[in-house]
Structure formats: structure tokens, C-alpha cells
């Protein structure tokens, strides 16, 4: 089976910076995208950043030149390093990954992290 294990969350202080890990592990036979999305109270998920297993990146609006993606393929971990965080930053932010777990198992599925809470507050 298929985990995705989110690392790195905390509560840090407007203008700080906090680096999340998500680690895959389990039945992997290969990645196409990971990425990072959010959740805060009371709204929908969005989509923070992406990485391609091409090596591309997409980034939300909000968070770009600030938030950077980066992948360790080896390790199957993908990494959120962020700077300058905002008090509207604050939210759970979740993993994602298109994982194709094996060779037989047909087309890549969406895995999830269970979440890790970042809190942006003075």
C-alpha cells in the first residue's frame, strides 16, 4: 500500500519560514506529479505548488517567489520550503502524489498526506 507522510508543520511567526517534507513509501512503481495543497477553516482546498515528474512547477499566485517545491526522486520525497509566510498562509496543508503503484495496476491514482498544520501568527 501507499503512504504519503507529511513532515515540518508548526506555528511560526509572520515573516518566518517553515520547510514541509512529504515522504512516499510502500508499493511505488512511479511518481508523476507531487504537490502541496491547503486547507484553512472554513474554506476549500487549493492547490499551493506542483511538481512534474518532467521537472516543471506550478505555483498558486499567492505564494509565488515566495513558497519553493523541490523533489528528492531517490527518496520519492517532495519538499515546500516557504519564506515570508503571511497570517493568510494559515491552513493544513496536505500532500499529494500520482503515484502508479505497481506495473499491473493500470493508470496512476491521487495518494494523500493526512496533513500538517501551519499556523502563521504573532
Known amino acids: 500500500q501507499v503512504q504519503l507522510v507529511e513532515s515540518g508543520g508548526g506555528l511560526v511567526q509572520p515573516g518566518g519560514s517553515l520547510r514541509l517534507s512529504c515522504a512516499a513509501s510502500g508499493s511505488i512503481f512511479s511518481i508523476n506529479a507531487m504537490g502541496w495543497y491547503r486547507q484553512a477553516p472554513g474554506k476549500q482546498r487549493e492547490l499551493v505548488a506542483i511538481s512534474t515528474s518532467g521537472g516543471s512547477t506550478r505555483y498558486a499566485d499567492s505564494v509565488k517567489g515566495r513558497f519553493t517545491i523541490s523533489r528528492d526522486n531517490a527518496k520519492n520525497t517532495v519538499y515546500l520550503q516557504m519564506n515570508s509566510l503571511k497570517p493568510e498562509d494559515t491552513a493544513v496543508y496536505y500532500c499529494?502524489?500520482?503515484?502508479?503503484?505497481?506495473?499491473?495496476?493500470?493508470?496512476?491514482?491521487?495518494?494523500w498526506g493526512r496533513g500538517t498544520q501551519v499556523t502563521v501568527s504573532s
Open positions: 499529494n502524489a500520482v503515484i502508479r503503484p505497481s506495473i499491473l495496476s493500470g493508470p496512476p491514482k491521487d495518494y
